[in-house]
């Protein structure tokens, strides 16, 4: 536990803000048949709680990263526009990505299509 409170007490100096709240016993129930199992005093949670043996501390595994490659979408002209006004250098299709992205809003950076007579939806890609 040592080496978990000194990776927070190293990671707090990144947020700006930092508070703690306490979660009553009652509303975290999975943290309480963890505490159980731990001190042994519950065998009988042992047949319905899954537990899985780590080799390493989770604390100690290196950091994985993914790499992907961006293809293009059929929303990074809309988003372009919407978000900077950058229209495509071709005038036809600059003048249908026009009249095309009033059918779309961003919010909080994701693109939504807007529908006046259902909730709006939310676009996304293939993958």
Known sequence: ???????????????????IIQVPR????NADVLAHLATGLEESL????SIE??????IDK??????????????????SFLRNGILMEDKVEAHHLYYMSACYFLLKGKLYKKS?????LLCLDKD
């Open 46 to 49: 042992l047949k319905i709680v």
């Open 53 to 58: 043996v780590l080799e390493l501390p989770s």
């Open 1 to 19: 536990m040592a080496s978990y409170l000194a990776k927070v007490k190293e990671m707090l100096g990144q947020f700006d803000t930092m508070t």
């Open 116 to 120: 006046f007579s259902a909730p709006s």
């Open 26 to 29: 009652a509303e975290n129930t």
């Open 62 to 79: 290196p950091e994985q990263v993914s790499s992907i490659t961006a293809r293009p979408c059929w929303m990074h002209p809309i988003v």
